[in-house]
């Protein structure tokens, strides 16, 4: 892939169906289709329709909702990855009645804290941004890997080339965007107390950014829920793991 910010392409869409309409799709940070193309290829096959958001140059969970929103039909079922579920939550908030099922992968729902625990986030964001400044996307995306994905995976050079390709289709100046949006990121505790629609969390079992207790704390937060671990998976759980999250939001999408 080259340097091309794939974040300007337009939606994917595929062919509409007759099961429980469109799905949006929201991708994390540095991430476009490519996080979500396994499942979109495994939904496509049964005749679902797909919608990946883009978020353009956007330094705010809001603003990312806003265009989340303009990018969908009237009504739909919505699933987030990482910074993606923090988007989904956040277009709940502005449109709930546009949702009709939420499905949040790998992400969280806090603001930032408070503190020495705030201070060392930001901090370490700022270093991943520094080494894109000085040496590139693809090297900070090297450094970034180290927790991303299964150790196990860290050798398994198409996944993590793929992952690598993706980020390297950044620029610098909308990883800085991003990554503003999330260091000034609002609490969504509000909206997952207020959910009504079904919703599943899944997260990997060996995900170190967004551990599955964390997801435990969100689903508690909402009667009904669904929590499903997806084994042998760190934080990039769509691509490591495609065809189980591919089954997972089938089923969800049926329920």
């Known amino acids: 892939m080259n340097s091309t910010d ?8 595929v062919r509409d169906n007759k099961g429980p309409g469109a799905l949006l799709l929201l991708p994390g940070l540095l991430c476009d289709r490519t996080v979500w193309q396994d499942q979109i290829s495994a939904l ?32 739909f079922a919505l699933a987030g990855h990482s910074m993606g579920g923090r988007v989904a ?3 709940v908030r502005q449109a709930p009645q546009r949702v009709s099922q939420l499905a949040l992968l790998d992400t969280g729902y806090q603001a930032l804290a408070l503190g020495s625990p705030g201070e060392k986030e930001v901090a370490g964001r700022m270093r991943l941004l520094n080494i894109a400044r000085e040496q590139g996307m693809r090297v900070m995306g090297q450094d970034w890997l180290q927790g991303m994905v299964h150790p196990d995976r860290l050798n398994d050079t198409r996944l993590c080339n793929a992952i690598l390709d993706m980020i390297e ?3 610098v100046e909308r990883f800085e965007a991003q990554l503003t949006a999330l260091i000034e990121r609002p609490d969504a505790t509000p909206v997952l107390s207020n959910l009504t629609c079904p919703t599943l969390f899944a997260s990997g079992r060996q995900d170190s950014w967004s551990p ?8 508690d937060l909402v009667p009904g829920s669904q929590l499903l671990p997806i ?25």
């Open 231 to 255: 084994e042998q998976s760190g934080h990039m759980t769509t691509m490591e793991q495609p065809d189980e999250v591919s089954r997972i939001l089938l089923d969800w999408l049926r329920g």
């Open 169 to 171: 289709g950044f620029s």
């Open 6 to 13: 794939h974040t300007k392409q337009a939606p994917t869409k």
């Open 212 to 219: 599955l207790a964390r997801h435990q704390e969100m689903a």
């Open 44 to 75: 496509t096959e049964r005749g679902l329709t797909c919608i990946v958001a883009h978020y353009d140059s956007s330094a705010s969970i809001a603003q990312m909702a806003q265009m989340a929103l303009a990018q969908a039909p009237k009504h």
């Open 89 to 91: 939550l956040e277009l």
